[in-house]
């Protein structure tokens, strides 16, 4: 496609349960980013991925969450556990150099 | 002390006023500079992009940085009620992460 897609675009969820996002990013871009973001706030970094590696996960906030990206094309962040305050817009960006092109995002809601 | 600082607004101008929002910034080492626009319930969009210092424009938009003074700026000039939105700054060097700004609100009134 023309730019970068999440599936899916709401996911509502129950403590406790695990939950998969997934992202597709622009055709040809090596590099991809996961963030999070909350009411009013800008993006928070969680990981970073150049080709099938995870060049940067820094961010991720404790090990409920974990990504891939096996191919070096569509990744996954998968949420273990999920907790309330993990209830927030969860948003992916690809890059292919110079500067990032981010998806529409996946609005997660724990209950 | 935060990478990226930016004043959150909210900022509510009447249409056709200049806009003018800021970022700073800590770390030395950035080398590109990017602002998005950001609507309600949507991803942020890709505005304008600089590298290093000196003024970049498109269209009613111009984008500057001085990194003498570690600041940014984005004008708008004859803003329209279209232009409400959130923008964020955000700034990298190559091989590292991206920081962002919290976003600005920004309100244009008919």
């Known amino acids: 496609g023309a730019g970068v897609s999440q599936t899916p675009s709401n996911k509502v969820t129950e403590k406790g349960k695990y939950v998969e996002l997934r992202c597709d990013p622009i055709?040809?871009?090596?590099?991809l980013y996961w963030y999070r973001q909350s009411l009013g706030q800008g993006p928070e970094f969680l990981i970073y991925?150049?080709?099938?590696?995870?060049?940067?996960d820094s961010g991720l906030p404790n090990d409920r969450f974990f990504a891939v990206r096996p191919e070096g094309s569509v990744s996954t962040l998968k949420i273990q556990r999920t907790e309330r305050g993990d209830s927030a817009v969860y948003l992916c960006?690809?890059?292919?150099?110079?500067?990032?092109?981010f998806g529409p995002g996946t609005r997660l809601t724990v209950l | 002390q935060k990478e990226v600082e930016q004043d959150p607004g909210p900022l509510s101008v009447p249409e056709g006023a200049i806009v003018s929002l800021n970022c700073t910034y800590s770390?030395?080492?950035?080398?590109?500079f990017m602002w998005y626009r950001q609507y309600s319930r949507k991803g942020p969009e890709l505005l304008m992009y600089?590298?290093?210092?000196g003024n970049k424009e498109d269209g009613r938009f111009t984008a500057q940085v001085d990194k003498s003074s570690k600041y940014i700026s984005l004008f708008i000039r004859d803003s329209q009620p279209s232009d409400s939105a959130t923008y964020l700054c955000?700034?990298?060097?190559?091989?590292?992460?991206?920081?962002f700004g919290t976003g600005t609100s920004l309100t244009v009134i008919p």
């Open positions: 600089t590298y290093s210092s």
């Open positions: 991925f150049q080709g099938t590696g995870a060049a940067d």
């Open positions: 770390n030395s080492a950035f080398q590109y």
């Open positions: 960006a690809s890059s292919g150099g110079d500067t990032q092109y």
């Open positions: 055709s040809g871009h090596t590099a």
């Open positions: 955000a700034m990298w060097s190559t091989g590292n992460q991206f920081y």
